[in-house]
């Protein structure tokens, strides 16, 4: 049984968003299991935790930033010893329909996602100290609807143009960065994630694990981001037909290569093509 939480009781005079700051060294005062009808947006900045979502539970380290949509249950747990530091952003469904109307439109992605579990990502040390500090903006702002969409359009763009501009921190291992740059060659590339295992020189269930440590997903997610990036280039700046795109990035099947980039940018290639040249012309 979960409780349902109403946007109502978080913004009691109408205010456009709810945040919350917290360091807690054992149990995380929350409200037990639940939903609601507003959304989230959640990230750790200090400890562990587990986040039961949905029915299922998921690891929570420091960098994790997880996106909440409505009607998602769910609840956080502190792993001892402790303390875990979260910071939450909570805004009415209104905000999340008018940005998907403007910016997002077609996009299959973060609080828009149709899969059974939140989309979660990693954030490097870099940019989690970014969004510390547009969090403090945030708090000592005014409570207004235009404070909020600038929090959460800076935020997103952040979060996309990630995997065209990562900086690892320091202490990622050398290997993974230098795997990093080297998969975007397109040999590399087109081979897929057999060449990203070979740069990187370690076993396949090492690689697995510390590409989920330090780059937040999956050794088959981050070579189909660099694929998706280099088609999304190529569309801009060639007029090379799409099923040469489509093999030269590394993608068999060009019906898979429309899903995955429509998911990330919003359009189909084509229409993706159509929309830039006549911005150009």
């Given at each position: 049984?979960?409780?349902?939480?109403n946007w109502r009781v978080y913004a009691p005079?109408?205010?456009a968003f709810h945040i919350q700051s917290d360091?807690?060294?054992?149990?995380?005062?929350?409200?037990?299991?639940?939903?609601?009808?507003?959304?989230?947006?959640?990230?750790?900045?200090?400890?562990?935790?587990?986040?039961?979502?949905?029915?299922?539970?998921?690891?929570?380290?420091?960098?994790?930033?997880?996106?909440?949509?409505?009607?998602?249950?769910?609840?956080?747990?502190?792993?001892?010893?402790?303390?875990?530091?979260?910071?939450?952003?909570?805004?009415?469904?209104?905000?999340?329909?008018?940005?998907?109307?403007?910016?997002?439109?077609?996009?299959?992605?973060?609080?828009?996602?149709?899969?059974?579990?939140?989309?979660?990502?990693?954030?490097?040390?870099?940019?989690?100290?970014?969004?510390?500090?547009?969090?403090?903006?945030?708090?000592?702002?005014?409570?207004?609807?235009?404070?909020?969409?600038?929090?959460?359009?800076?935020?997103?763009?952040?979060?996309?143009?990630?995997?065209?501009?990562?900086?690892?921190?320091?202490?990622?291992?050398?290997?993974?960065?230098?795997?990093?740059?080297?998969?975007?060659?397109?040999?590399?590339?087109?081979?897929?994630?057999?060449?990203?295992?070979?740069?990187?020189?370690?076993?396949?269930?090492?690689?697995?694990?510390?590409?989920?440590?330090?780059?937040?997903?999956?050794?088959?997610?981050?070579?189909?981001?660099?694929?998706?990036a280099f088609v999304e280039r190529q569309l801009?700046?060639?007029?090379?037909?799409?099923?040469?795109?489509?093999?030269?990035?590394?993608?068999?099947?060009?019906?898979?290569?429309?899903?995955?980039?429509?998911?990330?940018?919003?359009?189909?290639?084509?229409?993706?093509?159509?929309?830039?040249?006549?911005?150009?012309?």
């Open positions: 049984m979960s409780l349902t939480l005079q109408g205010e360091l807690r060294l054992r149990e995380w005062p929350g409200a037990g299991y639940h939903t609601h009808d507003f959304a989230e947006v959640f990230w750790i900045y200090a400890g562990t935790g587990r986040h039961k979502i949905n029915g299922e539970i998921q690891r929570l380290e420091q960098g994790h930033l997880v996106f909440v949509r409505p009607n998602d249950t769910h609840d956080i747990e502190i792993i001892p010893p402790g303390p875990l530091g979260l910071v939450n952003v909570a805004f009415p469904v209104q905000t999340l329909r008018y940005l998907k109307r403007r910016y997002f439109r077609g996009l299959d992605r973060w609080f828009w996602s149709p899969v059974p579990l939140p989309e979660t990502c990693l954030l490097e040390a870099a940019r989690l100290a970014r969004l510390q500090e547009w969090a403090d903006n945030l708090m000592a702002a005014p409570n207004t609807v235009l404070e909020i969409e600038r929090f959460l359009i800076n935020l997103l763009h952040m979060v996309a143009a990630g995997i065209e501009h990562e900086s690892l921190p320091e202490e990622a291992p050398d290997w993974l960065i230098t795997a990093c740059h080297r998969i975007r060659e397109r040999e590399h590339m087109r081979t897929g994630v057999a060449a990203w295992v070979r740069l990187a020189g370690r076993s396949p269930e090492h690689v697995a694990r510390m590409t989920r440590k330090w780059l937040g997903m999956s050794p088959t997610d981050y070579v189909n981001q660099v694929r998706l801009r700046l060639t007029s090379t037909p799409i099923l040469d795109l489509s093999l030269e990035a590394g993608f068999s099947n060009l019906g898979y290569l429309y899903k995955l980039f429509k998911q990330r940018y919003g359009l189909p290639p084509r229409q993706y093509r159509q929309k830039h040249r006549k911005i150009i012309v």
